[in-house]
């Protein structure tokens, strides 16, 4: 998948607990962890929005997009 998660970065970066962030986002630390290792085929953004606010930081901060190399074009 060409989009990558990087929420791990952003937690060590800012050195906060994944256990925190669960719950003031009103997640599982499951499903928290889930997400951070990119195994989740969406996000809802009231979701993406609480994780932000509690990370002050942007959506792009969270997610990549690194196109495969020789992707087919449409």
Known sequence: MPIH???????AQRNVKSKDLAAHVGITEANLSLLKQGH???IRFDTL??????????????????????A???
């Open 5 to 11: 998660v990087t929420l791990n970065v952003v937690l």
């Open 40 to 42: 989740v085929k969406g």
């Open 49 to 70: 929005e609480r994780i932000c606010d509690y990370l002050h930081c942007q959506p792009g901060d969270l997610l990549h997009y690194e196109p495969a190399k020789f």
């Open 72 to 74: 087919r074009r449409r």
